[in-house]
T-cell receptor
Framework: DTGVSQDPRHKITKRGQNVTFRCDPISEHNRLYWYRQTLGQGPEFLTY????????KSRLLSDRFSAERPKGSFSTLEIQRTEQGDSAMYLCASTGLAGPSSYEQYFGPGTRLTVT | EDKVVQSPLSLVVHEGDTVTLNCSYEVTNFRSLLWYKQEKKAPTFLFML????IEKKSGRLSSILDKKELFSILNITATQTGDSAVYLC???????????FGTGTRLKVLA
């Protein structure tokens, strides 16, 4: 499968615990995005990387959230001291290199987080 | 602040009907507009529009962009129950490569 993959697909955790999600983008894509989506809303931008550089982070993002893409390939998103309000679907997406189709963004299946 | 607004928020039609979904935007440095279909999983890419007046078409779906009036429409003809989904519109800006999504239009097609 050459699409975007995410792991795990589901995560249930207790409030106060830390969680980490992984995203593997399409192999030739150099930009990787993280979004959060709650019921009835569109995806909300969290952060994005171009290669290993984190170029933008939402100002709405708490400092409990951190993301890395150490070698410019897969990325991890960590949430520390989870709160019930963090319950959501966390989506990863990637886009390619140069050319007209470089803005076509493809999504992974998402990680559904439930904080109890 | 950049924003994308979709209308209607929800729509119920019968099989065979034609629907038109709307997406308007206010962003600085517009680059492209994208349409996605989202069923009970991640969004799947439908179209990307960059130039005004050029229709993109795929089967029963088509879309067009008006950069002067700052909107796009997505048409679905001869709807089928399998078209039931949330349709999302997103705008990407030049320079930042940041995507701004609308809240989506929930379409339900009844048999």
């Amino acid at each position: 499968d050459t699409g975007v993959s995410q792991d795990p697909r589901h995560k249930i955790t207790k409030r106060g615990q830390n969680v980490t999600f992984r995203c593997d983008p399409i192999s030739e894509h150099n930009r990787l995005y993280w979004y959060r989506q709650t019921l009835g809303q569109g995806p909300e931008f969290l952060t994005y990387f171009q290669n290993e550089a984190q170029l933008e982070k939402s100002r709405l993002l708490s400092d409990r959230f951190s993301a890395e893409r150490p070698k410019g390939s897969f990325s991890t998103l960590e949430i520390q001291r989870t709160e019930q309000g963090d319950s959501a679907m966390y989506l990863c997406a990637s886009t390619g290199l140069a050319g007209p189709s470089s803005y076509e963004q493809y999504f992974g299946p998402g990680t559904r987080l439930t904080v109890t | 602040e950049d924003k994308v607004v979709q209308s209607p928020l929800s729509l119920v039609v019968h099989e065979g009907d034609t629907v038109t979904l709307n997406c308007s935007y206010e962003v600085t440095n517009f680059r492209s507009l994208l349409w996605y279909k989202q069923e009970k999983k991640a969004p799947t890419f439908l179209f990307m529009l960059t130039s005004s007046g050029i229709e993109k078409k795929s089967g029963r779906l088509s879309s067009i962009l008006d950069k002067k009036e700052l909107f796009s429409i997505l048409n679905i003809t001869a709807t089928q129950t399998g078209d039931s989904a949330v349709y999302l519109c997103a705008v990407v800006t030049s320079g930042t490569y940041k995507y701004i999504f609308g809240t989506g239009t929930r379409l339900k097609v009844l048999a």
